[in-house]
């Protein structure tokens, strides 16, 4: 069993790095159907905290820098949205 765990960690490690890489290169409401629900999390709590790292350091180059993230961030939440109100592809049937 430890080793089954083992393999699955090791296995969700390089599924995360290729997440992390695939993130920038197409929309987020595309990108999110490309991974498991889990990645897609940690994934997006990943660009989250650098992007408001980034709107903080430029806060005194541009006092309105964390408005506009907040911006961006209602922007993304919004388009999520949207895309539930959609008609969702059905998932693969499941193996008999």
């Known amino acids: 069993m430890n080793a089954t ?14 997440s992390i890489k695939a993130y ?6 595309e990108w999110v159907f490309d991974w498991p629900s889990q990645l897609t999390l940690v994934v997006n709590q990943i660009f989250w905290t650098h992007e408001v790292d980034e709107a903080f350091a430029n806060i005194g180059k ?3 820098a964390m408005k506009k993230y907040s911006e961006t961030q209602v922007k993304q939440l919004t388009d999520l949205i949207a895309l539930t109100r959609t008609e969702l592809p059905n998932q693969r049937e499941p193996r008999s």
């Open 5 to 18: 765990v083992a393999k699955m960690r090791s296995e969700l490690r390089g599924y995360l790095d290729e």
């Open 62 to 64: 541009d006092k309105d």
């Open 24 to 29: 920038p290169s197409k929309p987020r409401t």
